[in-house]
């Protein structure tokens, strides 16, 4: 039987759980999922969750910071239908990984940016951890006197990676359909 993304190619550019559930859905509906690590790796692979957002991919290890490595991927951005990234607002361009220079070699590209607040504004480069974005979006203050103390409560649930992963899905999906 055939899937809702069988024949597309997605290049994922991103770091931890946010990207890597999106792009292991899209994998699930059949795109080829090539994902393009640092040298030293995912460094989020240390979580136990890594396995489930990391099955299924290919990997190419490619230090972007090098002139030679952003060609390489230039030529496989070059034969992709779209490009995942989690880059803070402005690394992607010092990797010439942003949307602008990689629409060149593929002007039907379509690329999912996801970041914990937006690509501006006060908290545009805070850490996208699970934590600062909880913390920062009243989540942790939401469960305050659930323990027997007041003050903000941590939850273990992380509520805003798989919100995250569901919306660069969405959004993913729907810029594919409008393509």
């Known amino acids: ?35 393009v690590e640092q040298p030293s790796g995912d460094p989020f692979r240390i979580l136990r969750s890594a396995p489930m957002w990391l099955r299924g991919k290919h990997s190419v290890a490619l230090d972007l910071a090098q002139p030679e490595a952003q060609q390489q991927l230039h030529k496989l951005v070059a034969t992709a239908d779209v490009v995942v990234s989690s880059f803070r607002p402005g690394a992607d361009a010092r990797f010439s990984a942003d949307y602008e220079t990689l629409k060149a070699g593929n002007p039907g590209l379509v690329y999912t940016h996801i970041t ?64």
């Open 116 to 179: 914990a607040f937006g690509p501006k504004g006060p908290l545009a480069n805070l850490p996208p951890y699970e934590g600062v974005v909880a913390a920062k979006g009243g989540r942790m203050l939401a469960f305050e006197g659930t323990p027997d103390r007041l003050g903000p409560v941590f939850s273990a649930l992380q509520v805003t990676h798989h919100a995250a992963a569901q919306a660069a899905i969405m959004g993913t999906v729907a810029a594919l359909f409008a393509r």
């Open 1 to 35: 039987m055939p899937r809702p993304l069988d024949g597309i190619r997605v290049i994922d550019l991103s770091t931890g759980p946010a990207g890597g559930m999106a792009t292991m859905v899209m994998g699930d509906f059949g795109a080829e999922v090539i994902k």
